[in-house]
């Protein structure tokens, strides 16, 4: 199936530091989702956008819907221990119902 | 948010037998709910649409006959694997949610196949 470009597909970084990711498509989305997945759970929703420009928070999460509509970024402030894990996008192409998931963004932090 | 649930969180079957996954909406009714796939260190693929009251719609190269979708009431879909096989042992995971374009998935569902 289709997936979305997401990068970078892995980061270490240390405790404090900030973590940005992004997802790019070639096509248009109607609706971007971030989610964090840990091992051997199902993904959590961290962040909704639903509309292009659209700047949510979520704690020390912010998420952008990008203004042409086909990329979105995560921004993770100041990280912590358990922000470890997988972080997913999922885009909601027009004119459709289903979710195209990108394929992850691994972080580990160093104490 | 909205939570969903799934059962069982882990099942070890032989191969050749089969296995029933539910998939449950706590606290909302869902018309629709997805059924992904997630091999390890792979993202989510998704398997099929389940359609409260009519036919699942099955993803291509997702065979309907082995994964027998089930999606009687507006709480529940059953996803069953018929004649597992090894190659079928994955992480199963369901989604819903109240409106189609805010998905909330449940726990996960790990199939090991012997």
């Known amino acids: 199936g289709q997936q979305l470009n997401q990068s970078p597909q892995s980061m270490f970084i240390q405790e404090g530091e900030d973590v940005s990711m992004n997802c790019t498509s070639s096509?248009?989305?109607?609706?971007w989702l971030w989610y964090k997945q840990d091992p051997g759970e199902g993904p959590v929703l961290l962040i909704a956008l639903y509309k292009a420009g659209e700047l949510t928070s979520n704690g020390r999460l912010t998420a952008q819907f990008g203004i042409t509509r086909k990329d979105s970024f995560l921004n993770i402030s100041a990280s912590i221990p358990s922000d470890v894990g997988i972080y997913f996008c999922a885009g909601l192409p027009s004119g459709t119902y289903k979710y195209i998931f990108g394929t992850g963004t691994r972080l580990k932090v160093l104490a | 948010g909205a939570v969903v649930s799934q059962h069982p969180s882990r099942v070890i079957c032989k191969s050749g037998t089969s296995v029933k996954i539910e998939c449950r909406s706590l606290?909302?009714?869902?018309?629709?709910m997805f059924w992904y796939r997630q091999f390890p260190k792979q993202s989510l693929m998704l398997m099929a649409t389940s359609n409260e009251g009519s036919k699942a719609t099955y993803e291509q190269g997702v065979e309907k006959d082995k994964f027998l979708i089930n999606h009687a009431s507006l709480t529940l879909s059953t996803l069953t694997v018929t004649s597992a096989h090894p190659e079928d042992s994955s992480f199963y995971i369901c989604s819903a949610g109240k409106r189609v374009d805010e998905q909330y998935f449940g726990p996960g569902t790990r199939l090991t196949v012997t």
């Open positions: 096509s248009i989305f109607n609706t």
């Open positions: 606290d909302f009714q869902a018309t629709t």
